[in-house]
């Protein structure tokens, strides 16, 4: 493909990797590193004047250094004279912070914050996947797409969950209740959820099942999960319901404090994550993580975005 750079950002090298090697190109030169005083230094070490640039970087790891290596590495591009720059963020950060809450209204909205940098910074584009709320899009003065990870999923079920058809599909919140049908609707199976009350943020206080899951396959959906606090409480919940088995399926595993203990002592056939989040490292203290490659999808993005083709057809489809 003429005129297309692809760079990575040091969040998560081997996920840019996938997706240069799914559209035969090679990354971009770029050296990122930190000045003695922690500030970050990203130098592009290609031409990039009249291209169309992608930069690859997750909300993940050191999620302020990595967001700050973004926005210096859009700068850098744009007045470097590329033609268009996209952002490709497959986890959106601070993604969670998108309205004031009604427990006192001075919390920030940090989402519209990190959309506003962004565009400042010089970004012509945003390409990502799962947003916690599909309202940040509108967020944005500039294109967002908004990718889905159900295809993958839907596809990772049948292919790996022999009773898929005798299957509830659980959301562990009210929230994700849309999420949760969408997915239901196309296996044409049966949903339930479970109403949760948080006292305070990651930490539940008490959950009620809402549907019907005895003597049945419960899949929890949820778009991320963190401290893994809902979803494990969930999963007894279910067990204790009736359930037959549990697996998780979320498209963020964010995993953070002691959410790997959680999952090890939870009783889980399997919590399955995307690569939006490197998951090798966490992989070796859980054996019940597996992951569902998505590099094709935001690959197949790049190609369709540069191309000036339609990317809806990846909201149904898993390319091949």
């Known amino acids: 493909m003429p005129n297309i750079k692809i760079f990575s950002g040091s969040s998560h090298p081997?996920?840019?990797?996938?997706i240069a090697d799914r559209l035969g190109l090679e990354l971009g030169k770029v050296v990122t590193k930190k000045f003695?005083?922690?500030e970050t230094c990203v130098e592009i070490g290609e031409s990039v004047r009249g291209e169309d640039v992608y930069i690859v970087q997750s909300g993940c790891g050191e999620i302020n250094d990595n967001l700050m290596e973004l926005l210096i590495m859009i700068n850098a591009c744009k007045i470097a004279s590329a033609s268009r720059v996209t952002a490709v963020i497959p986890c959106f950060p601070y993604a969670r912070?998108?309205?004031?809450?009604?427990?006192?209204s001075r919390a920030p909205i940090s989402a519209k914050l990190v959309a506003n940098m962004l565009s400042v910074s010089?970004?012509?584009?945003?390409?990502?996947m799962d947003l916690h709320a599909s309202q940040i899009q509108g967020f944005f003065d500039i294109p967002v797409d908004?990718?889905?990870?159900?295809?993958?999923?839907l596809k990772w079920i049948k292919e790996n969950i022999s009773e898929w058809k005798n299957c509830t599909i659980v959301s562990p919140d009210a929230g994700g209740a849309k999420r949760v049908t969408s997915i239901a609707d196309r296996l044409n199976v049966d949903f339930a959820l479970i109403h949760k009350e948080r006292k305070k943020a990651n930490e539940v206080d008490r959950m009620v099942l809402v549907g019907d899951v005895k003597d049945r396959v419960a899949i929890l959906v949820d778009d991320m999960a963190d401290t893994c606090g809902t979803i494990c409480h969930a999963a007894d919940k279910l067990i204790s319901a009736g359930a037959t088995k549990v697996y998780a399926i979320l498209t963020h595993g964010i995993f953070s404090g002691p959410a790997i203990s959680r999952i090890?002592?939870?009783?889980?056939?399997?919590?399955?994550v995307t690569n939006t989040i490197p998951q090798e490292e966490k992989m070796k203290h859980c054996n019940k993580i597996q992951v569902i490659d998505i590099s094709m999808i935001l690959a197949e993005a790049i190609r369709r975005t540069h191309n000036g083709e339609s990317v809806s057809y990846l909201f149904s489809h898993v390319p091949l």
């Open 14 to 18: 081997d996920l840019s990797q996938k």
């Open 36 to 38: 003695s005083n922690q």
């Open 97 to 104: 912070q998108d309205k004031k809450d009604k427990v006192g």
């Open 122 to 128: 010089g970004a012509d584009h945003i390409i990502t």
């Open 146 to 153: 908004n990718l889905y990870a159900e295809p993958a999923v």
């Open 264 to 272: 090890n002592n939870a009783c889980f056939e399997a919590v399955v």
